[in-house]
């Protein structure tokens, strides 16, 4: 075909250097739009690799406060921190403990690194001895008696220097329960970013060696969504809106990037999506091999979690994104 029966537009045009697909791009990758997860357990000193999750360490409080140091120094705005406890029973003693795992490193972290922004998981399995996320009744977790447990750990952290709780239990009616007792403790201020639409999922597998909280019994499958149905979790989405979720999240993201996008459309709230740790996982398994190029796929699946519609990514490889992004 001759150059004359081209369209006048050319869209390889725009593509011809870095610097021109740079300058129209439509989706663009922030480190002000990640959080790190991090794992936090009793002792000192400690510094725990976790098998299936290269990079990956349990750490002490100690550790875990020299980590966020590294984190804000390369840019990284904000961690989410999940504690295993000492001991476990089957009530979860250790999650509404004042001075347990969580608050403990809430107060080490918010002393040395006071500009970062403190989230915490609010669940129980970390600290049950059976692994599910709730009181159990009959073999089963019994929704209403857990709300009492949630809401007393969301305390717990706020009261400690949390900015942001962040319920992962999927118990009905637990944001607003939590709401509740926030704002009667004077703690109106403390948002919360709930697991709004969490599927029970494959892709958890290497978080419970890392969060040691696998169950015991069972599964999950009777509190954690259906994989197969998108507008079930758009029901879940609205209900926690309206007991008053601050940011809804989706869970696991790769899988989820259609139900980010209807989430987003739906309700314009802010989106948070966890890039989970079956999925960094497989990235880190792959590269091993010199099957994938880890920093070009990570950024290829940032990339597609953010232009589906997530204000806010939670992802392992906060750190290693925020080192070799621009600062704005």
Same mark, same amino acid.
């Not at 009793?42 to 290269?54: A, D, H, K, L």
């Not at 949390?162 to 009616?173: L, Q, R, T």
């Given at each position: 075909m001759s150059a004359g029966r081209?369209?006048? @537009?050319?869209?390889?045009?725009?593509?011809?250097?870095?610097?021109?697909?740079? %300058?129209?791009?439509?989706?663009?990758?922030?480190?002000?739009? %990640?959080?790190?997860?991090?794992?936090?357990?009793?002792?000192?000193?400690?510094?725990?690799?976790?098998?299936?999750?290269?990079?990956?360490?349990?750490?002490?409080?100690?550790?875990?406060?020299?980590?966020?140091?590294?984190?804000?120094?390369?840019?990284?705005?904000?961690?989410?921190l999940f504690g295993i406890p000492e001991r476990k029973d089957a009530r979860a003693s250790g999650a509404t403990d004042p001075d347990g795992i969580i608050p403990s490193a809430l107060r080490a972290i918010r002393e040395a690194v006071p500009g970062l922004l403190l989230l915490t998981d609010v669940c129980l399995c970390e600290y049950t001895d059976h692994g599910h996320c709730g009181v159990i009744r009959d073999g089963d977790v019994d929704n209403d008696p857990t709300l009492d447990l949630l809401a007393a750990e969301a305390l717990a952290?706020?009261?400690?220097?949390?900015?942001?709780?962040?319920?992962?239990?999927?118990?009905?009616?637990?944001?607003?329960?939590?709401?509740?007792?926030?704002?009667?403790?004077?703690?109106?201020?403390?948002?919360?970013?709930? @697991?709004?639409?969490?599927?029970?999922?494959?892709?958890?597998?290497?978080?419970?060696?890392?969060?040691?909280?696998?169950?015991q019994f069972g599964n999950r499958r009777s509190y954690q969504m259906d994989a197969a149905n998108g507008d079930e979790a758009l029901r879940e989405v609205a209900l926690d809106i309206e007991e008053g979720a601050d940011?809804?999240?989706?869970?696991?993201?790769?899988?989820?990037?259609?139900?980010?996008?209807?989430?987003?459309?739906?309700?314009?709230?802010?989106?948070?999506?966890?890039?989970?740790s079956g999925e960094y996982a497989m990235v880190k398994a792959a590269a091993a091999r010199g099957w994938l190029d880890e920093a070009q796929v990570v950024e290829e699946s940032l990339l597609a979690i953010r232009r589906a519609g997530a204000d806010v990514i939670i992802t392992y490889f906060a750190r290693d994104v925020a080192r070799g992004l621009r600062r704005p």
């Open positions: 081209f369209p006048a @537009y050319r869209s390889r045009r725009l593509r011809r250097t870095d610097a021109l697909r740079r %300058l129209v791009r439509e989706t663009r990758l922030s480190v002000e739009q %990640l959080v790190q997860p991090l794992f936090v357990v009793p002792g000192r000193g400690v510094e725990r690799s976790v098998g299936s999750m290269p990079g990956v360490a349990q750490l002490s409080v100690d550790r875990t406060v020299e980590e966020c140091r590294r984190l804000a120094d390369v840019g990284v705005p904000a961690v989410l952290h706020a009261r400690a220097g949390a900015d942001i709780v962040a319920p992962s239990d999927m118990m009905d009616g637990r944001v607003g329960a939590i709401r509740r007792a926030l704002d009667a403790a004077g703690l109106t201020h403390v948002a919360i970013m709930s @697991y709004a639409a969490k599927l029970a999922s494959a892709f958890y597998g290497p978080f419970r060696e890392a969060a040691e909280s696998a169950p940011i809804v999240m989706v869970k696991p993201a790769m899988p989820c990037l259609d139900i980010i996008r209807r989430v987003k459309a739906r309700f314009g709230y802010p989106v948070a999506a966890y890039q989970v």
